[in-house]
């Protein structure tokens, strides 16, 4: 099974890229985001358990988040081919619960694929993306605050991964083509 995490700060593409790469090569995309909302609506004890700190603005703890992705884990069709972490792991802590996880599966290890754009060119993606989404999260403020948040909690998750060698770099400026094809370029040399 081939696993790959998209990381980047807020605005350069992880969701675009992400629909783009499991369409390609047939993987699961996993988005933790998705997975909370699905199980709070559910109304199953994991999910009034994680809406009891949504519900207060709070961050998910990071092992009630790893106990909702191993049972999503537990239920994926047998002949997954791979899958597509996008917004998780978001903290080192993370990046190791889900190297133990993977490991007790069975699994091969994620390559943290690093969506890289220049922090002003971020800013004016999201401002644009307010304008256009109505996204009440993509004003100045508020976006400032969310590359805070990513400098110092999410991009300590990339060394993690370069340390471990299953790391690449992706310029995520330009066309979104482009931008394509280059984790393509990437991802055929390793898995291809």
Do not use: W
Not at 115 to 131: A, S
Not at 132 to 147: C, F, M, P, V, Y
Not at 159 to 185: C, H, S
């Amino acid at each position: 099974m081939q696993n790959i995490i998209l990381c980047g700060a807020p605005g350069c593409g992880k969701g675009t890229q992400s629909d783009r790469i499991v369409e390609k090569y047939g993987l699961t995309h996993l988005s933790t985001g998705e997975m909370m909302r699905a199980e709070v609506a559910s109304g199953s004890e994991l999910g009034r358990l994680i809406s009891s700190y949504t519900g207060k603005g709070q961050l998910v703890p990071d092992d009630v988040t790893i106990r909702m992705l191993e049972k999503h884990l537990d239920n994926l069709p047998a002949h997954t081919k791979g899958l597509v972490f996008d917004g998780f792991p978001r903290t080192e802590n993370q990046a190791v619960e889900l190297e133990k996880l993977m490991a007790k599966r069975g699994d091969k290890t994620a390559l943290l694929l690093d969506i890289r754009v220049p922090e002003d060119e971020i800013i004016q993606r999201l401002l644009l993306r307010g304008k256009t989404s109505g996204r009440a999260d993509d004003n100045l403020e508020t976006i400032k605050q969310r590359l805070i948040v990513y400098h110092e909690q999410t991009e300590p998750v990339a060394a993690f991964y370069k340390a471990r060698d299953l790391y690449a770099a992706v310029d995520g400026q330009g066309a979104i083509a482009d931008i394509t094809q280059r984790i393509e370029a990437i991802l055929d040399s390793i898995y291809c």
